[in-house]
């Protein structure tokens, strides 16, 4: 029994760096498109699980579909990215200007 106790540990602690490795991933690529000069960019969001970003959101041309996917390509633990991004024909240009 006093066995099993570290190994549980060990589990949850292995666990716990898991999730700690996704918001770090999901929180960096969150930073990279904020901080784009490229609004439609910064309304994008990302998931992270098991080596795989994936990103989804909606921008007005493919060049920026394109961008973000290159942005992201480079962060660390991640092997693989799943671009969901949508590109709209039909977009409302109000909805990216910076706020006043």
């Known amino acids: ?36 000069s490229y609004y439609p960019l910064r309304s994008l969001t990302c998931e992270f699980h098991e080596g795989v970003l994936s990103v989804y959101g909606i921008v007005p041309t493919y060049y920026l579909m394109q961008l973000a996917q290159a942005l992201l390509c480079n962060l660390e633990n991640v092997k693989e990215i799943n671009n969901q991004v949508v590109v709209a024909q039909q977009w409302n240009q109000r909805r990216w200007q910076p706020m006043q």
Do not use: D, H
């Open 1 to 36: 029994m006093i066995q099993s106790i570290p190994s549980m540990e060990r589990k949850v602690s292995m666990q716990s760096g898991m999730t700690s490795a996704r918001g770090w991933v999901v929180q960096r690529c969150e930073e990279i498109l904020r901080s784009s």
